[in-house]
Each structure stands twice: as structure tokens, then as C-alpha cells.
């Protein structure tokens, strides 16, 4: 009984982090938040292992990408890194500033909204308060990508995303866990750069699980977080 009530409390959470891909948006000033090129990441920060690109940086998010086909996948890739951080399930301030470099001015505030609505329920549901956040682990990667419609104004492309989310506590309710998720990322050409425009998502492709029956114990999750690099931004 206590593994199935940790399965379906896994799935309730998956399923409201799913429902944070209900549009949204923010348009960008094309201004720097004063960061250098291939800044590293701090600890804590949003988004992924900076180092890996040279592009601008607002508000920790790569931004300036080429008027091709090539830029709006690297945009679509690195804006979905950007919002699978545990700083962006915790951090209002941070989660804001990041929608606010990589979306239409448009749908900003009814990203904002949504997001925020979502990442505090899945909070809520672990468990989290404000002095258990350094406890939260949540990364995303991309498996693959996919161009569905593009035209110089307007992209459609697909990001396959490999996931964790749970908490390195032994009495959480949800150990860290593993979740796929193919997002589908609307972009526009706005103010010389591909912006978001809207976010949906469907479950999987999923892989069988060959791992062994002992997941790892919530100390070796917790060291690993702290010494690995968040997934690079790509380009």
C-alpha cells in the first residue's frame, strides 16, 4: 500500500507539472542582465550549465538566436531546460525573470500565471516550505528534438525530455523519480530573436525501466545534485 500511494502521489505530481505547458509568455528587451558570455552557473540558479554557450545571457537564459530553422530548435531546446530547474519550481523571483527573457510579450503574464499556479501545487504536494527547498532536485535534458512547421516568422518544434523531480529527504513523501515528457514549443520571431509563444506537452516516448529494483538512497541523490553540472544549454 505505501508503494502504490508513492506511485500515484508520483503521478498526481507529474500530471501538475505537466499542466504548466497551458500557453504563456514574455517578451525580452534584448537587454543583459550583466552577465558575461559562458558565465558559469551559480548554485541554485535557473536553467542549465551556462558554460556551454556563448550566446547572450538574460536573466541567466540564453537568448540572440539566428533567423534559420537551426536557431528556433536551440531556442526551443534551451527554453525548456530553462524551466526544469529546482530554482524555477521554488524561486518566484527567478522563475519570473527567466519567463521574462524567452517569451512573447503576448503571453507573458499568462505564463507567469500559470507556472506559478503549477510549480506551488507540486510544492505543496512534496512537501516543500521555504526551509526544505534546498531539498528539491528537478533537471530536465533533451533527448531529441523534432521540426513540425517553420516558416521565418513562426516555428513549431517538438523537445523530448527525460526528467527528475522528489525531494532528497527520507521521509518525503515522493523520492526523487524519473518522468518523459515531449513538449511542444510555438515560437515567433519578435524583436530579433525567437521567442516563446506556447507550451504543450504529452507523456513520453517512455523507456523500459532495466535499472535494478534498489533506487538510489536519497544521500547519494543529494551529493550528486550538489557536484553535477545542470544539463548544458546547447548551441
Known amino acids: 500500500m505505501a508503494i502504490t500511494g508513492v506511485v500515484f502521489l508520483a503521478l498526481v505530481i ?7 505547458s497551458g500557453g504563456g509568455g514574455a517578451g525580452s528587451d534584448g537587454s543583459s542582465d550583466g552577465q558575461g558570455q559562458n ?34 530548435v536551440q531556442a526551443a531546446v534551451n527554453y525548456q531546460v530553462a524551466r526544469s530547474s529546482a530554482a524555477y519550481f521554488t524561486d518566484e523571483k527567478a522563475r519570473h525573470a527567466t519567463l521574462t527573457a524567452m517569451m512573447t510579450s503576448q503571453a507573458l503574464e ?42 521565418d516568422q513562426v516555428a513549431t518544434v517538438d523537445v523530448w525530455m527525460a526528467g527528475l523531480v522528489g525531494v532528497t529527504d527520507k521521509n518525503a513523501p515522493m523520492p526523487v523519480s524519473a518522468s518523459w515528457t515531449t513538449y511542444t514549443l510555438t515560437l515567433q520571431w519578435q524583436s530579433g530573436d525567437w521567442k516563446l509563444s506556447a507550451i504543450t506537452s504529452v507523456n513520453g516516448p517512455t523507456p523500459l525501466d532495466a535499472g535494478s529494483d534498489s533506487p538510489t538512497s536519497v544521500d547519494e541523490f543529494r551529493a550528486a545534485d550538489r557536484e553535477f553540472n545542470a544539463p548544458p544549454y546547447v548551441g
Not at 113 to 142: C, F, H, K, P, Y
Open 14 to 20: 507529474l500530471a501538475v507539472f505537466m499542466s504548466l
Open 39 to 72: 558565465a558559469p552557473a551559480e548554485k541554485g540558479a535557473t536553467g542549465g550549465d551556462t558554460k556551454s554557450t556563448a550566446k547572450k545571457l538574460v536573466n541567466g537564459v540564453p537568448v540572440g538566436y539566428t533567423h534559420n530553422q537551426a536557431g528556433a
Open 110 to 151: 499568462r505564463q507567469i500565471r500559470n507556472d506559478d499556479i503549477g510549480m506551488q501545487q507540486v510544492l505543496t504536494s512534496l512537501g516543500i516550505i521555504a526551509g526544505s527547498a534546498d531539498e528539491l532536485v528537478a533537471r530536465g535534458a533533451a533527448m531529441g528534438t523534432r521540426v513540425t512547421t517553420y516558416t
